[in-house]
């Protein structure tokens, strides 16, 4: 092969790698953008489909605000305390929960209470009776008898079983006039909650 021939080889091999590597820059080219088009418009699915989500979470969460109302509003409370030696009772109220101020019934007032809510069974009555809803229930307990931590979980259970707290006796139900509360009596003779209605 002669100097001249192998000039022509290799200007022949030069120009076909040169374009093949102009042709291959330029399909690199148009696949990173491809790639890129598609990054996109899966971040924006992606993006969309959060949105969306969202939308459907929130709108779940109002739904259950407005099924579920008693988890939203402020409990009203109530309470009578027997008195043991005199036969009288104590009667209080707070109508804006727990924790507002109560209101102490007079003498007549908590007698028409005490009427409405035993009846004539005044005297099975356990001498503390508490109606509200569990949360409520614990501020309450705790503050007049002392509830320790260990009970709070009794008074947010189905457990209708006696326990002890402050010298007395207690045992909660369900108060069957009011979806969400419970009722509570607690007394120094656990004989007399065994009756308890």
Known sequence: MSFFGATKIALLAISIIGSTAGVGGSLSYKLKNKLSEQARIKRSQDKKQRVEAEKQAQTLRQKRKEEDPIEHKVFKAEAISKGVK????????????????????????????????????????????????????????????????????????????????????????????????IIVGCDKESWKLSQWE
Not at 104 to 133: A, H, M, Y
């Open 86 to 181: 005199n036969g009288n009772y104590l009667c209080w109220e707070w109508e804006k929960g727990i924790h507002e101020d109560k209101t102490t019934l007079d003498n007549g007032k908590c007698k028409e209470k005490v009427q409405k809510i035993w009846g004539e069974n005044s005297d099975k009555q356990p001498e503390k009776w508490f109606r509200s809803n569990p949360d409520s229930a614990i501020v309450f307990l705790n503050n007049s008898l002392s509830l320790s931590q260990n009970k709070f979980s009794i008074l947010k259970s189905k457990d209708n079983n006696l326990w002890e707290t402050g010298g007395f006796w207690c045992k909660h139900k369900e108060d069957k006039e009011n979806e969400g509360m």
